[in-house]
Each structure stands twice: as C-alpha cells, then as structure tokens.
C-alpha cells in the first residue's frame, strides 16, 4: 500500500514537474539569404559586414560568410541572425558570440544577439526592407564610400532582393 502511494505521488510530482521549455536564444528559420540593394553601387550591392560589424555595400560574393544572413527568431521577434564571426582586436564583445543586425537608434550594425538593450532588425519580404522591430528605422542605401545608411523616421527606405545560399563556415 506505502510502496503504490508513493508510486502514484510520484507520477503527479513527474508530470507537474513538466514545463514547456521557450528557447531565449535565437531560432534560426530554414533560409540563410545574401541582400543585394536595389539600386546599390554598381557591382557592389550586396551587404557585407566589416571587422568592426558595420554594414557596407560590397560585391556579391555569395559563398563568403561575411555576405550572409539567417532570418530568424528570438523569443518570437524576427531578427537577422549574421554568419560571420569576430575577432578580439575589433569586436571584443562578439567574439564566440551569435550576432544579430541591431538598430542603436542612430545606425544598424551587428550586435550580440543576447543584448536586450537594442532593437532588432528583421527583413519584411513584403517590401523588400530591412527595418528595426517595433520602430521606423529602416536601412535607407549608401554613401558616397558605400556605407549604408538609416532613415530613422522611415520616410525614404532601400528595397533589397534575396538571394538563398548555403551558409558559409563562420
Ligand atoms: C551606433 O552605431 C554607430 C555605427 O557603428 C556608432 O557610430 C554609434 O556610436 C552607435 N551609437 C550608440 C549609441 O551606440
């Protein structure tokens, strides 16, 4: 009789003790994209990510890391997972470390995809843009030395087509 009692509480105590478990990292989506502006540098539309993690307007080298991006999700909120990885002399904080396309209220670049200070930036297949998560910022194209820019309030925004590759060893 002890023994089935204990038997039984232990069966509640098993499937109370069940929790559904929410990944707070980031879920990468089944596509990894390199982003061509439209109406980019000539032969050089394609977004990369330099050593200090700004965003530029380089070739469309499809295989190199440095070009791609996953969309993805962190607790639900798309983001745009980097491929490429860091070293210490320039990114210290990104070294080992999954980055994301961030928005620091002036400018996207990549950021740790941990922080929770910084809003993401997702790609709306919709438009062709790439935005900030809850706000106006959008990528709006390039300068003169073909670093991208932002458009904080949204008004003049880049349109940018995809292309799917297979991702590239960090
Ligand atoms: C935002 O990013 C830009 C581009 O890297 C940088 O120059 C600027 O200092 C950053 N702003 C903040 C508040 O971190």
Do not use: Y
């Not at 929790?19 to 390199?34: C, D, F, Q, S």
Request: with cysteine; net charge positive; charged share 15%.
């Amino acid at each position: 009789m002890k023994l089935t009692t204990l038997a039984f509480l232990g069966a509640v105590a098993t499937s109370t003790a069940q929790v559904v478990i929410v990944p707070t990292g980031p879920v990468r989506g089944p596509n990894t994209l390199v982003f061509k502006e439209i109406g980019g540098v000539p032969n050089n539309e394609c977004l990369t990510f330099t050593n200090n993690g700004n965003i530029v307007n380089a070739a469309c080298a499809w295989a190199n890391a440095d070009r791609q991006v996953t969309p993805g999700k962190i607790l639900g909120t798309d983001v745009l997972l980097v491929q490429r990885s860091w070293l210490a002399p320039f990114r210290p904080d990104l070294v080992g470390k999954q980055a994301c396309i961030a928005f620091n209220e002036t400018s996207f670049r990549a950021e740790d995809c941990d922080r929770r200070d910084l809003l993401f930036a997702r790609f709306d297949v919709g438009n062709g843009r790439i935005v900030a998560n809850g706000h106006t910022a959008c990528l709006s194209g390039h300068d003169s030395i073909a670093q991208v820019t932002t458009d904080v309030i949204g008004r003049k925004c880049a349109q940018f087509t995809i292309t799917a590759v297979t991702p590239t060893k960090p």
